[in-house]
């Protein structure tokens, strides 16, 4: 998992994959404010991402997930919410791998890491790493996110 700001991003872009890179660029360039909700393609199948608004939820509303074939790079554009952080290792699965929609969901662990995500920053979230996205962090707050799908 990477974690920081996007005002930081020119200094990880050169030791990214050349997918990771492309979107990375993408995300540094574009006034996502001025997007509607859905999905925009960058490569086909290869890079896509998705505009989301939405509340952020209380945890116990939230659910850990991974992916396997694409990588997540989520970039909270307006807002705040917090994500849970732990190794998929650590994690015990709820509902199997969905092919279709590239997920695997989990049972909340009793111990996790919480980051706290707010306007003009962003993390990367590769297999691996579990995540429980769309948390409040004091009191639901509304939040513009836009969610990376770069393919591994």
């Known amino acids: 998992m990477i974690y920081d700001k ?35 393609d960058v490569d086909g199948e290869n890079i896509f991402y998705m505009v989301q608004r939405y509340t952020a939820k209380p945890v116990a509303k939230c659910c850990f997930e991974t992916h396997e074939k694409y990588i997540d790079i989520q970039y909270v554009s307006q807002g705040c919410e917090a994500i849970g952080i732990a190794p998929k290792d650590n994690l015990t699965i709820r509902d199997a791998y969905q092919p279709e929609k590239d997920v695997t969901l989990y049972q909340t662990p009793a111990r996790y890491e919480k980051i706290n995500i707010v306007a003009g920053e962003f993390c990367i979230l590769y297999p691996n790493d579990g995540h429980m996205p769309q948390i409040k962090i004091e009191a639901p707050e509304p939040v513009t996110k836009v969610v990376f799908k770069v393919l591994v």
Do not use: H, P, W
Request: glycine share 2%; aromatic share 6%.
């Open 6 to 40: 996007l005002s930081n991003s020119d200094l990880l872009i050169d030791n990214l994959s050349i997918r990771l890179q492309k979107a990375m660029a993408v995300l540094q360039s574009t006034n996502f404010s001025e997007l509607e909700n859905g999905k925009y």
